[in-house]
């Protein structure tokens, strides 16, 4: 149990255009859900919370504006990177917290801008 | 704040010898602490957690880790390494109170397991 889907695995888009990511709680209902970013060989930066039906939390330094989320159900939440550039280029993983205070992420999303 | 900190960006172990990834952390309350492991390409797999209870947790594949209050500490162990542990390992620590359910993760350690 405890599963959450992220897709797509893999993309690559082209610069300028935008690339929404999915994230879905497949048994149980994720009130929370976030993203992070990770270079390579590098550790995951948190870049927000988002709740459910409510605005999503940024972190510092993180383009709220880029990086639109939605949590519009409480297995649902996207993360659309907004004209994008090559620096977005990046993995991208999500996470849901669960009751038992544990949290399950996703198998991330390697994005290429080219 | 809460912060965590792994030592240690590389761990090479003999095939069959015991292993230790080192992790210690710092919080204004009583932590919650979480060891994740991941292939490459891929998301976090969860091993263990403490949230209260026992020093000493058991987790997936064989692995466990002692919590450490004194010492802050939370090392990952395991008795015995396999080839397939090798992987990248994440400590991570929550910092419960007040609603906090932000986890903030060391900067991993790169486990190598040499047969």
């Known amino acids: 149990g405890a599963v959450v889907s992220q897709h797509p695995s893999r993309v690559i888009c082209k610069s300028g255009t935008s690339v929404k990511i999915e994230c879905r709680s497949l048994d149980f209902q994720a009130t929370t859900m976030f993203w992070y970013r990770q270079f390579p060989k590098q550790s995951l930066m948190l870049m927000a919370t988002?709740?459910?039906?409510?605005?999503?939390?940024?972190e510092q330094g993180v383009e709220k504006d880029k990086f639109l989320i939605n949590h519009a159900s409480l297995t649902l939440s996207t993360l659309t990177v907004t004209s994008a550039h090559p620096e977005d280029s990046s993995f991208y993983i999500c996470?849901?917290?669960?009751?038992?205070?544990?949290?399950?992420f996703g198998s991330g999303t390697r994005l290429t801008v080219v | 704040a809460q912060s965590v900190a792994q030592p240690e960006d590389q761990v090479n172990v003999a095939e069959g010898n015991p292993l230790t990834v080192k992790c210690t952390y710092s919080v204004s309350g009583n932590p919650y602490l979480f060891w994740y492991v991941q292939y490459p390409n891929r998301g976090l797999q969860f091993l263990l957690k403490?949230?209260?209870?026992?020093?000493l947790v058991k987790g997936s594949y064989g692995f466990e880790a002692e919590f450490n209050k004194s010492q802050t500490s939370f090392h990952l162990k395991k008795p015995s390494a396999l080839v397939s542990d090798s992987a990248l390992y994440f400590c991570?620590?929550?910092?419960?109170?007040?609603?906090?359910?932000?986890?903030?993760f060391g900067t991993g350690t790169r486990l190598t397991i040499i047969p």
């Open positions: 988002s709740n459910e039906g409510s605005k999503a939390t940024y």
């Open positions: 996470s849901a917290s669960r009751v038992d205070y544990g949290y399950t």
């Open positions: 403490y949230i209260t209870g026992d020093n």
């Open positions: 991570a620590v929550r910092d419960p109170p007040f609603g906090n359910e932000k986890l903030t």
